[in-house]
């Protein structure tokens, strides 16, 4: 991945971020929402922006929905503060790799428990 690309992958991250917390009043979008990472294609053209939330999956749809109907606006939004000749097309995604996390932990958690047990018999 080029320079230019991952420097426009964590302005658009910041910026994202900080729309969501500062000028969005959708109810649909309360909480805490984070933007985890962006990817960008080369050609600056379409941006894939992956976000996860604390209640996890369970408003998963929900909040892909708002985010995805607010695009527009968050394009917008990139449009003045980002000086090039595109502003890429925005794709929200949910990120799952904190599920995923917690899976593993869980189930690290699990073995180790059964190991110990072992070791108790």
């Not at 658009?12 to 909480?31: A, F, H, M, T, W």
């Not at 502003?87 to 180790?112: C, M, N, T």
């Amino acid at each position: 991945m080029s320079h230019r690309i991952e420097r426009v992958n964590q302005l658009i991250r910041k910026e994202i971020s900080e729309s969501l917390q500062r000028e969005v009043n959708d109810p649909r979008l309360s909480g805490v929402i984070s933007v985890t990472a962006v990817e960008t294609a080369p050609d600056l053209k379409f941006a894939k922006v992956y976000v996860s939330h604390l209640a996890g999956a369970e408003r998963r749809d929900e909040i892909l929905s708002a985010l995805n109907s607010a695009a527009g606006f968050f394009r917008g939004e990139l449009g003045r503060v980002l000086t090039m000749r595109y502003v890429p097309e925005i794709h929200f995604y949910w990120d799952e790799s904190i599920e995923r996390g917690a899976r593993l932990s869980q189930l690290i958690d699990q073995a180790k428990a059964a190991d110990a047990r072992l070791d108790n018999q």
